[in-house]
């Protein structure tokens, strides 16, 4: 049976008003989307290779991922996973500079960095306990050189390697349920298809809390 995944809750609504009023200081545009106002923020790019339906085979390309493990129910992993890693992209980090002396090129720890907010947030169940890996996708103008060191030690960041995947796009708030379901609807798919999933299956939410369910975009995605 397929893992399931945690929810955002709406008590992490003020850490997502938190990021746009820093976006506000910043001058950085936004975007309205049917059904509320939502930031325009940077997602994982993508070419899909096929589409049936609300299906889709994906190309992705390579990313980096400042991830966190919880050990929590449900409802709660995400809520924490998400504090902790809101935190870090907020300025609780060590910012890095490249700094050319005459030989070698060193890297000198200086000040702290606010890190664009990014989408979606992902979620991935390990194992059979009680254990969730909770991830903010970092923006494309970061490399492992460049991005700012997370002071909390239970931060990781990791280079996600170009490669593909199946998704499954669906609307409504999240719950352990209808997680369930629609994991489940993704795992047919991919036996019908003949298609192998080469990693647990991880759900996606893009939106903040305050955008109803029919307009909210979800996924469970898993590689092939």
């Given at each position: 049976m397929a893992g399931v995944f945690p929810c955002i809750d709406l008590e992490i609504a003020a850490i997502y008003k938190r990021t746009i009023n820093?976006?506000?200081e910043q001058g950085l545009e936004f975007v309205f989307e049917t059904g509320g106002e939502c930031m325009s923020i940077e997602t994982p790019k993508y070419d899909v290779l096929q589409k049936d339906g609300k299906f889709e085979i994906r190309?992705?390309?390579?990313?980096?991922?400042?991830s966190v493990q919880v050990e929590s129910d449900f409802k709660s992993a995400l809520n924490e996973g998400f504090g902790i890693l809101a935190d870090y992209i907020f300025g609780n980090n060590?910012?890095?500079?490249?700094?050319?002396?005459?030989?070698?090129?060193?890297e000198q720890t200086v000040t702290s960095n606010k890190i664009e907010m990014t989408a979606p947030v992902t979620s991935v169940k390990l194992g059979e306990g009680k254990k969730f890996l909770v991830?903010?996708?970092?923006?494309?103008?970061?490399?492992?050189?460049s991005l700012p060191e997370p002071t909390n030690k239970e931060i990781t960041i990791n280079k996600v390697e170009p490669h593909k995947a199946a998704a499954l796009k669906f609307s409504g708030y999240m719950s352990e349920k209808?997680?369930?379901?629609?994991?489940?609807e993704l795992e047919t798919w991919l036996m019908k298809n003949n298609l192998q999933a080469k990693s647990g299956f991880m759900l996606a939410q893009y939106n903040?809390?305050?955008?109803?369910?029919?307009f909210r975009r979800n996924e469970i995605i898993v590689e092939l």
């Open positions: 820093i976006r506000f190309n992705y390309q390579g990313y980096i991922n400042a060590r910012a890095k500079s490249n700094i050319k002396m005459t030989a070698p090129v060193t991830s903010f996708t970092m923006p494309a103008k970061y490399d492992l050189g209808l997680t369930l379901r629609k994991t489940q903040p809390p305050w955008i109803p369910g029919p």
